[in-house]
Protein backbone atom coordinates (compact mmCIF):
# COMPACT_ATOMS: atom_id res chain seq x y z
CA UNK A 1 0.00 0.00 0.00
CA UNK A 2 2.90 2.16 0.35
CA UNK A 3 3.37 2.27 -3.32
CA UNK A 4 1.02 4.29 -5.41
CA UNK A 5 1.90 2.93 -8.58
CA UNK A 6 -0.32 -0.30 -7.90
CA UNK A 7 -2.65 -1.42 -10.20
CA UNK A 8 -6.31 -0.07 -9.14
CA UNK A 9 -7.97 -3.82 -9.30
CA UNK A 10 -5.53 -4.92 -6.61
CA UNK A 11 -6.45 -2.56 -3.77
CA UNK A 12 -9.29 -2.82 -1.69
CA UNK A 13 -11.80 0.06 -1.97
CA UNK A 14 -11.80 0.80 1.44
CA UNK A 15 -8.30 0.35 2.05
CA UNK A 16 -8.00 3.16 -1.09
CA UNK A 17 -9.74 5.57 0.96
CA UNK A 18 -8.35 5.01 3.73
CA UNK A 19 -4.91 5.48 2.14
CA UNK A 20 -6.21 8.51 -0.11
CA UNK A 21 -7.48 10.69 2.61
CA UNK A 22 -4.42 10.14 4.78
CA UNK A 23 -2.32 11.43 1.45
CA UNK A 24 -0.96 15.09 1.48
CA UNK A 25 -1.82 16.14 -1.53
CA UNK A 26 -5.26 14.76 -1.04
CA UNK A 27 -6.02 16.27 1.86
CA UNK A 28 -4.33 19.52 0.21
CA UNK A 29 -6.31 19.51 -2.89
CA UNK A 30 -10.43 19.04 -0.62
CA UNK A 31 -8.67 21.89 1.52
CA UNK A 32 -8.18 24.20 -1.39
CA UNK A 33 -11.62 23.13 -3.57
CA UNK A 34 -13.42 23.08 -0.34
CA UNK A 35 -14.52 19.28 -1.07
CA UNK A 36 -16.41 17.02 1.15
CA UNK A 37 -15.48 14.26 2.48
CA UNK A 38 -18.11 12.13 1.06
CA UNK A 39 -16.49 12.53 -2.74
CA UNK A 40 -13.65 10.45 -1.82
CA UNK A 41 -15.67 7.45 -1.45
CA UNK A 42 -18.19 8.04 -4.13
CA UNK A 43 -14.92 8.39 -6.39
CA UNK A 44 -12.10 6.74 -4.75
CA UNK A 45 -10.33 6.30 -8.68
CA UNK A 46 -10.75 9.57 -9.57
CA UNK A 47 -8.70 11.02 -6.81
CA UNK A 48 -5.91 7.99 -7.26
CA UNK A 49 -5.17 9.30 -11.04
CA UNK A 50 -4.80 12.72 -9.92
CA UNK A 51 -2.24 11.76 -6.84
CA UNK A 52 -0.74 8.97 -9.49
CA UNK A 53 -0.38 12.63 -12.17
CA UNK A 54 0.35 14.71 -9.54
CA UNK A 55 3.10 13.07 -7.43
CA UNK A 56 5.46 13.09 -11.06
CA UNK A 57 5.29 17.15 -10.54
CA UNK A 58 6.63 16.97 -7.16
CA UNK A 59 10.63 18.44 -6.83
CA UNK A 60 9.92 19.28 -10.78
CA UNK A 61 12.97 21.73 -11.43
CA UNK A 62 11.07 22.93 -14.72
CA UNK A 63 10.00 21.57 -17.91
CA UNK A 64 12.96 20.70 -19.31
CA UNK A 65 12.70 17.87 -16.28
CA UNK A 66 8.98 17.51 -17.33
CA UNK A 67 7.77 13.66 -17.05
CA UNK A 68 4.43 14.45 -17.62
CA UNK A 69 2.70 12.97 -20.89
CA UNK A 70 1.65 15.99 -21.64
CA UNK A 71 4.59 18.19 -21.11
CA UNK A 72 3.82 21.02 -18.87
CA UNK A 73 0.41 19.63 -17.76
CA UNK A 74 -0.94 18.45 -15.13
CA UNK A 75 -4.49 16.94 -13.93
CA UNK A 76 -6.49 18.89 -11.48
CA UNK A 77 -10.23 18.17 -10.65
CA UNK A 78 -13.37 20.16 -9.72
CA UNK A 79 -16.94 19.45 -8.59
CA UNK A 80 -19.46 20.97 -10.90
CA UNK A 81 -22.49 18.51 -9.64
CA UNK A 82 -20.05 15.99 -10.51
CA UNK A 83 -16.41 15.56 -10.61
CA UNK A 84 -14.59 16.86 -13.79
CA UNK A 85 -10.87 15.93 -14.63
CA UNK A 86 -8.88 18.66 -16.53
CA UNK A 87 -5.49 19.24 -17.60
CA UNK A 88 -3.98 22.77 -17.03
CA UNK A 89 -0.84 24.46 -17.54
CA UNK A 90 1.64 24.23 -14.45
CA UNK A 91 3.67 27.09 -13.02
CA UNK A 92 6.39 26.59 -15.51
CA UNK A 93 4.68 26.03 -18.87
CA UNK A 94 2.73 29.30 -17.84
CA UNK A 95 6.05 31.29 -17.25
CA UNK A 96 7.92 29.58 -20.28
CA UNK A 97 4.82 31.01 -22.29
CA UNK A 98 5.18 34.05 -20.93
CA UNK A 99 8.52 34.29 -22.53
CA UNK A 100 7.44 33.27 -25.78
CA UNK A 101 4.98 35.17 -26.31
CA UNK A 102 6.39 37.15 -28.61
CA UNK A 103 6.41 34.73 -31.00
CA UNK A 104 3.21 35.73 -32.38
CA UNK A 105 5.00 38.90 -34.31
CA UNK A 106 7.05 36.30 -36.55
CA UNK A 107 5.35 36.07 -39.85
CA UNK A 108 7.90 33.11 -40.43
CA UNK A 109 9.92 31.40 -37.21
CA UNK A 110 12.79 29.20 -38.09
CA UNK A 111 14.37 29.67 -34.51
CA UNK A 112 15.30 26.53 -32.85
CA UNK A 113 13.84 25.81 -29.40
CA UNK A 114 16.48 26.66 -27.50
CA UNK A 115 16.47 30.22 -28.93
CA UNK A 116 12.83 31.41 -28.95
CA UNK A 117 13.49 33.70 -25.89
CA UNK A 118 17.37 34.41 -26.28
CA UNK A 119 18.31 37.90 -25.77
CA UNK A 120 21.73 40.13 -25.96
CA UNK A 121 21.31 41.41 -22.32
CA UNK A 122 20.99 37.38 -21.28
CA UNK A 123 24.12 36.48 -22.68
CA UNK A 124 26.84 34.80 -20.13
CA UNK A 125 29.60 36.96 -20.54
CA UNK A 126 32.18 34.80 -18.67
CA UNK A 127 35.17 33.31 -19.96
CA UNK A 128 34.14 35.13 -23.94
CA UNK A 129 36.97 36.72 -25.52
CA UNK A 130 37.82 39.69 -26.54
CA UNK A 131 36.44 39.80 -29.71
CA UNK A 132 33.30 38.09 -29.08
CA UNK A 133 32.72 40.62 -26.80
CA UNK A 134 33.27 43.24 -28.83
CA UNK A 135 30.69 41.73 -31.82
CA UNK A 136 28.09 41.66 -29.05
CA UNK A 137 28.37 45.24 -28.25
CA UNK A 138 28.38 46.19 -31.72
CA UNK A 139 25.30 44.12 -32.83
CA UNK A 140 23.44 45.34 -29.67
CA UNK A 141 24.32 48.78 -30.79
CA UNK A 142 23.33 48.07 -34.34
CA UNK A 143 19.98 46.42 -33.51
CA UNK A 144 18.86 48.87 -31.08
CA UNK A 145 19.59 51.45 -33.65
CA UNK A 146 17.48 49.46 -36.64
CA UNK A 147 20.74 49.15 -39.17
CA UNK A 148 21.33 46.73 -41.65
CA UNK A 149 24.13 44.08 -40.61
CA UNK A 150 25.76 41.18 -42.72
CA UNK A 151 27.16 38.94 -40.01
CA UNK A 152 30.18 36.05 -41.30
CA UNK A 153 32.40 34.08 -39.59
CA UNK A 154 33.23 30.16 -39.17
CA UNK A 155 30.59 27.67 -38.12
CA UNK A 156 29.32 27.21 -35.04
CA UNK A 157 31.01 31.11 -33.66
CA UNK A 158 27.19 32.11 -32.40
CA UNK A 159 26.40 33.98 -35.73
CA UNK A 160 22.53 32.57 -35.60
CA UNK A 161 22.26 32.70 -32.00
CA UNK A 162 23.36 36.30 -32.33
CA UNK A 163 21.12 37.20 -35.21
CA UNK A 164 18.03 35.44 -32.91
CA UNK A 165 18.50 38.01 -30.26
CA UNK A 166 17.95 40.75 -32.29
CA UNK A 167 15.18 39.26 -33.80
CA UNK A 168 13.79 38.76 -30.41
CA UNK A 169 14.50 42.39 -29.30
CA UNK A 170 11.82 43.48 -32.28
CA UNK A 171 9.53 41.01 -31.79
CA UNK A 172 9.45 42.24 -28.04
CA UNK A 173 8.53 45.81 -29.32
CA UNK A 174 5.59 44.46 -30.74
CA UNK A 175 7.02 44.80 -34.76
CA UNK A 176 6.09 42.21 -37.26
CA UNK A 177 9.91 40.62 -37.81
CA UNK A 178 10.83 36.65 -39.65
CA UNK A 179 13.74 34.57 -39.10
CA UNK A 180 14.58 32.31 -42.18
CA UNK A 181 16.85 29.56 -42.45
CA UNK A 182 17.73 30.35 -46.44
CA UNK A 183 18.36 26.57 -46.93
CA UNK A 184 14.87 25.17 -45.66
CA UNK A 185 13.25 28.49 -47.19
CA UNK A 186 14.56 27.61 -50.41
CA UNK A 187 13.40 23.94 -50.55
CA UNK A 188 10.07 24.75 -49.34
CA UNK A 189 9.68 27.54 -52.01
CA UNK A 190 10.30 24.85 -54.71
CA UNK A 191 7.65 22.51 -53.54
CA UNK A 192 5.25 25.49 -53.97
CA UNK A 193 6.10 26.49 -57.08
CA UNK A 194 3.54 24.76 -59.27
CA UNK A 195 0.73 27.23 -58.41
CA UNK A 196 2.36 30.28 -56.86
CA UNK A 197 1.69 28.89 -53.73
CA UNK A 198 4.74 30.75 -52.26
CA UNK A 199 3.90 34.30 -52.99
CA UNK A 200 2.42 34.87 -49.46
CA UNK A 201 5.38 34.15 -48.09
CA UNK A 202 7.88 36.25 -50.22
CA UNK A 203 5.50 39.31 -49.65
CA UNK A 204 6.17 38.31 -45.81
CA UNK A 205 9.38 38.74 -45.91
CA UNK A 206 9.12 41.54 -47.91
CA UNK A 207 6.73 43.69 -45.47
CA UNK A 208 8.51 42.48 -41.95
CA UNK A 209 9.84 45.07 -40.26
CA UNK A 210 12.88 43.05 -39.41
CA UNK A 211 14.09 40.08 -40.98
CA UNK A 212 16.87 37.72 -40.47
CA UNK A 213 18.08 35.62 -43.60
CA UNK A 214 20.26 32.88 -41.33
CA UNK A 215 22.56 30.81 -43.26
CA UNK A 216 22.43 32.55 -47.35
CA UNK A 217 25.00 30.98 -49.28
CA UNK A 218 24.27 27.35 -47.83
CA UNK A 219 21.27 27.05 -49.99
CA UNK A 220 21.40 25.36 -53.40
CA UNK A 221 21.26 28.10 -56.09
CA UNK A 222 18.86 28.49 -58.94
CA UNK A 223 18.64 31.06 -60.89
CA UNK A 224 14.68 31.48 -59.98
CA UNK A 225 15.52 31.69 -55.98
CA UNK A 226 18.08 34.27 -56.17
CA UNK A 227 15.97 36.67 -59.16
CA UNK A 228 12.48 35.64 -58.60
CA UNK A 229 12.75 35.50 -54.82
CA UNK A 230 15.57 37.17 -52.96
CA UNK A 231 16.65 39.88 -55.54
CA UNK A 232 12.66 40.50 -55.50
CA UNK A 233 12.26 40.57 -51.35
CA UNK A 234 15.69 42.51 -50.87
CA UNK A 235 15.00 45.28 -53.52
CA UNK A 236 11.43 45.90 -51.80
CA UNK A 237 13.31 46.17 -48.67
CA UNK A 238 16.22 48.58 -49.42
CA UNK A 239 13.57 50.89 -51.58
CA UNK A 240 11.74 51.04 -48.31
CA UNK A 241 14.45 51.12 -45.67
CA UNK A 242 13.69 48.00 -43.94
CA UNK A 243 16.00 46.71 -41.72
CA UNK A 244 17.54 43.60 -42.43
CA UNK A 245 20.18 41.00 -41.47
CA UNK A 246 22.27 38.04 -42.90
CA UNK A 247 24.51 35.44 -41.29
CA UNK A 248 26.64 33.40 -43.15
CA UNK A 249 29.66 31.11 -43.26
CA UNK A 250 30.63 33.29 -46.58
CA UNK A 251 32.55 36.60 -46.57
CA UNK A 252 30.98 38.78 -49.53
CA UNK A 253 33.06 38.03 -52.18
CA UNK A 254 32.40 33.95 -51.61
CA UNK A 255 28.94 34.75 -51.36
CA UNK A 256 29.14 36.64 -55.19
CA UNK A 257 30.66 33.96 -56.58
CA UNK A 258 28.27 31.30 -54.99
CA UNK A 259 25.31 33.09 -56.95
CA UNK A 260 27.52 33.11 -60.15
CA UNK A 261 25.62 30.62 -61.84
CA UNK A 262 27.28 30.89 -65.23
CA UNK A 263 29.75 33.68 -66.42
CA UNK A 264 26.65 35.26 -67.97
CA UNK A 265 25.65 35.24 -64.58
CA UNK A 266 27.88 37.24 -63.08
CA UNK A 267 26.13 40.70 -63.48
CA UNK A 268 22.52 39.12 -61.75
CA UNK A 269 24.96 37.96 -58.96
CA UNK A 270 26.49 41.45 -58.36
CA UNK A 271 22.91 43.04 -58.42
CA UNK A 272 22.02 40.99 -55.83
CA UNK A 273 24.96 41.61 -53.96
CA UNK A 274 24.59 45.43 -54.05
CA UNK A 275 21.23 45.01 -52.29
CA UNK A 276 22.89 43.15 -49.30
CA UNK A 277 25.79 45.29 -49.73
CA UNK A 278 23.55 48.92 -48.95
CA UNK A 279 23.78 50.33 -45.70
CA UNK A 280 24.90 47.34 -44.46
CA UNK A 281 27.73 46.92 -41.49
CA UNK A 282 29.76 43.89 -42.86
CA UNK A 283 31.01 42.22 -39.33
CA UNK A 284 33.50 39.00 -39.25
CA UNK A 285 32.79 36.50 -35.96
CA UNK A 286 35.49 33.91 -36.23
CA UNK A 287 35.55 31.59 -33.54
CA UNK A 288 35.71 27.94 -32.02
CA UNK A 289 33.14 25.78 -32.82
CA UNK A 290 30.74 26.72 -29.60
CA UNK A 291 28.68 23.16 -30.64
CA UNK A 292 31.88 20.91 -30.03
CA UNK A 293 32.85 23.15 -27.26
CA UNK A 294 29.50 22.34 -25.66
CA UNK A 295 30.04 18.11 -26.22
Not at 13 to 24: G, M
Not at 29 to 39: P, R, V
Not at 193 to 221: S, T
Request: glycine share 4%; proline share 2%.
Amino acid sequence: MDKINLKIEQIDNSQLIEYLSKDPLIIKLFKQKGFKKELLSKYPNKFLRYLQNNRICQNCQGLENCKQNLEGKYLDIDFEGMLIETYRDCNFKKEYAKRIDHLKYYYQCDLPKAHLDVEFKKINLDNENANYLKVLWQLNNLCENNENVYLYGTMGSGKSYLAACASNYHAKKMERVAFVHVPSFSLKLKSLINNNEYEPFVDELKRAKFVVFDDIGAEKISGWFRDDILLTILNYRMENNLCTWYTSNEDLKSLENHYSLANDDKLKAVRLLERIKTNTKIIELSQKDRRLICL
